[in-house]
């Protein structure tokens, strides 16, 4: 029997004919426009479903019309980027230092892929800034003992030094202690000496008999006033910059029995295009020639 509808005479509405102990309910529909809203809601889901990958299939997803996926979309945003990047670092390749460091956005770029290459290669032996460490020379200072320029930077990182390379900058101080060319107490002198090189000696200490065994010994290598020579790859002994630093213990340790650090060669792991973005990089450290 159909409800008969009647009006709530409080509120003045209709009422749904409903009623429960005296209490009847009344008919307050969802306004219109919220119903609009919400069929068109599910018109648009079920438009993307056809239109986009949506529903699983174990290893894959139904494709959708458009055939969109936001890998592809991934993969052709690094593909413009790479041959973005690609063009400007051939042109690195072939360019001169001279025409890189005109060229404001080449430069960017090649700094920009330097610092990242030496993030990954570099860094584990030379420091994150290229600080240095015991062992493994600061490139941020102006004391080199290959060369500073960007030429000389480059040929060290293309070659690398006492490496397997046939053109391997390549230099050697005789072991002093483990072949006996000069005593223990010889090695101490001389070493009190060093020190006097850059302002680190004892007071007191007499360095004559050091520095007579330092011209004779030393001095072929390293230089009358210890200023080095890059043409024996001999380090500069007067200088505040020390590979293996500058305690009487040091350098003691260094005449006995020389380190002889192996730089590897980069030219079977890194492009010569990107050998110069990083001979760039390191060129701008601070201590570049
Ligand atoms: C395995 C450790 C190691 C790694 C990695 C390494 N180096 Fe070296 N590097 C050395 C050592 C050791 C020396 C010093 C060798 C010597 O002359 O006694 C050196 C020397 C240098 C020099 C010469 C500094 C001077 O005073 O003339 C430059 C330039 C240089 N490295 C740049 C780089 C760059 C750029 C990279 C990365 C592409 C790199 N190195 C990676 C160990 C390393
Ligand atoms: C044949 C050339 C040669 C002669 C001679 C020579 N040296 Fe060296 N010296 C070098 C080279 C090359 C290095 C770098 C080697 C290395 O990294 O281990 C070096 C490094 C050093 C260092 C380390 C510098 C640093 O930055 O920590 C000291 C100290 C040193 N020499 C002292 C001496 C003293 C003292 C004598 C003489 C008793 C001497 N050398 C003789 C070639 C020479």
Not at 8 to 26: A, K, N
Not at 116 to 123: D, E, G, H, K, V
Not at 200 to 225: E, Q
Not at 229 to 257: F, M
């Amino acid at each position: 029997m159909p409800t008969k509808i009647e009006k709530d005479v409080i509120s003045g509405r209709e009422t749904t004919g409903h009623e429960w102990d005296g209490i009847r309910e009344l008919n307050t529909p969802l306004p219109k426009w919220w119903v609009y809203v919400y069929l068109a809601t599910i018109v648009w889901a079920i438009g993307m479903f056809i239109l986009y990958p949506a529903i699983p299939l174990g290893t894959r997803v139904t494709p959708g019309l458009l055939g969109f996926s936001s890998r592809a979309q991934a993969m052709a945003g690094f593909q413009e980027m790479n041959s973005l990047h690609a063009a400007q670092m051939q042109e690195i390749g072939r360019a001169s230092f001279a025409e890189i460091k005109k060229n404001h956005d080449l430069m960017e770029v090649a700094l920009t892929a330097g610092r990242t290459t030496f993030a990954n290669n570099c860094q584990p032996c030379h420091g994150p800034g290229g600080e240095g460490r015991i062992g493994y020379p600061a490139l941020d200072t102006d004391v080199w003992r290959w060369g500073g320029s960007l030429e000389a930077i480059q040929q060290t990182i293309t070659h690398g030094i006492r490496s397997n390379d046939p053109e391997a900058r390549n230099s050697q101080m005789p072991n002093f202690g483990g072949d006996k060319l000069l005593t223990p107490t010889q090695i101490e002198d001389v070493a009190d000496y060093v020190m006097t090189l850059y302002g680190k000696a004892k007071p007191g200490v007499d360095t004559a008999a050091g520095a007579k065994l330092f011209a004779d010994n030393c001095a072929p290598c390293h230089g009358a006033k210890a200023e080095g020579n890059r043409d024996v790859g001999a380090p500069p002994l007067a200088s505040h910059v020390h590979l293996y630093g500058d305690s009487r213990a040091a350098v003691v340790a260094q005449i006995t029995h020389p380190r002889m650090g192996v730089m590897p060669n980069w030219n079977q792991r890194l492009s010569p295009a990107m050998i110069k973005a990083v001979a760039l990089y390191v060129h701008s450290l601070g201590g570049g020639e």
